[in-house]
């Protein structure tokens, strides 16, 4: 069986202000071509098709045509789509009957009652087990394990297996991710790799942007990572997989495809932090022919010069390129209660840091305790904001 393994796209995303409906339709441009080019017997897309669970129709209009588009590219591919932490699952299921007759199958959320919708047949050629993203206290214990048992019941020919989930695993690299503590990766808790179960050829994973096989996994559990890159701390290449499974029980055959962004986010300076007169210099030295969003990162003592975004953006009139954000940061010391932070402190601190810093100012114990509720409270809302 050979399929493509590709994941969050996140579709609808804006950044810092600026559309970028233009990078997403390339990039949707390029997956087509790719299913052209390598035929695949089956397109999975491991969750975060949107990037917010309440996208625009606009948005979802390209999703549809972009679905289509790559159907017609091969219409002999089953093309398999689950929701991530950031879809609402029951919007995907909303057009799952007429998708069908196109071997389109939509999976948003656990079904306890009825297993079979999440295992789909790629006639002849193999099978993949479907598990979107869910809360993990609503996951039925062993989950995994019971869809691969009841899959090997079906397989009777011993067919490749393929199974799809939207986690954080274990011992991922999740560069480019926010971090809340030592298990939590983009508000999704790490599970041990052992809790997917056994029993699949391999695991076509979503959620981690940074493309990587899990160790210690044969080389059979693996993020595509995300192939549009969805912010500036991503700085690592974005793709899709073609991934070949000769027969059942053989290690997979992997190879990746670059996926190029017509509007890369480039960082200023590549690292550390500048002066400001340092940053104004090196965007006036960036080539003029360069489409790119750029990101500038100024080391501050206490805040920005008074209209320095108006004045980075008269050095970049006449380029191609356009100045998103200026990251004012700090020297690294102590800080005193109550001082102020910088605006763009304040976006990349987590609710959790926040609160910590909240409870630290009123001279509050912030135990585990107070931890872990909080974190319960943000995942359930999360939860309700998905469905």
């Given amino acids: 069986m050979k399929i493509l393994h590709t994941s969050d796209w996140h579709l609808g995303h804006v950044l ?96 306890k009652e009825n297993l079979d919708n999440h295992i789909i047949e790629v006639s002849g050629k193999g099978w993949v087990v479907a598990v979107p993203y869910a809360y993990e206290r609503t996951i039925p214990d062993g989950f995994f394990q019971q869809l691969l048992d009841m899959l090997s019941e079906k397989n009777t020919e011993n067919l490749p297996v393929v199974m799809m989930a939207h986690t954080t695993v274990e011992g991922c690299n999740f560069t480019g991710h926010d971090q809340i503590g030592e298990r939590t990766v983009g508000g999704v808790d790490a599970v ?47 793709s899709v997989s073609i991934v070949e499974i000769p027969s059942r029980g053989d290690e997979p055959l992997v190879k990746t495809i670059t996926i190029d962004n017509p509007r890369p986010l480039v960082t200023l300076p590549i690292e550390g932090l500048a002066t400001w007169e340092e940053a104004k210099e090196l965007l006036k030295s960036y080539p003029s022919d360069i489409q790119a969003r750029l990101r500038l990162n100024v080391e501050v003592e206490d805040f920005l010069p008074t209209g320095a975004n108006e004045e980075a953006d008269a050095i970049a009139s006449g380029k191609q390129c356009r100045v998103c954000f200026i990251n004012a940061k700090r020297p690294e010391r102590e800080r005193a209660k109550g001082e102020a932070l910088t605006v763009q402190e304040l976006q990349e601190m987590s609710p959790l840091d926040l609160v910590k810093r909240y409870a630290n100012d009123k001279n509050v114990a912030f135990d585990s305790s107070m931890e872990d509720m909080f974190n319960e409270v943000i995942t359930a809302l999360q939860l309700e904001e998905r469905n």
């Fill in 192 to 238: 041990p790799h052992e809790a997917l179960g056994n029993g699949y050829d391999y695991l076509a994973l979503g959620h981690i942007h940074h493309a990587q096989f899990i160790h210690d996994t044969g080389h059979r559990m693996r993020y595509s990572g995300s192939p549009l890159a969805v912010s500036f701390d991503e700085t690592y290449d974005h």
């Fill in 16 to 111: 810092y202000g600026y559309d970028r409906t233009e990078e997403q339709m390339a990039m949707l441009n390029q997956i087509k071509e790719i299913i052209k080019s390598e035929t695949p017997d089956a397109m999975v897309l491991s969750g975060d098709v949107y990037h917010t669970s309440q996208p625009s129709s606009a948005v979802q209009t390209m999703f549809n045509d972009a679905i289509m588009a790559m159907h017609n590219a091969c219409p002999t591919m089953t093309i398999i789509i689950t929701a991530g932490n950031h879809d609402s699952g029951s919007r995907h299921e909303i057009f799952q009957t007429p998708w069908r007759e196109l071997k389109v199958f939509a999976i948003g959320n656990i079904d």
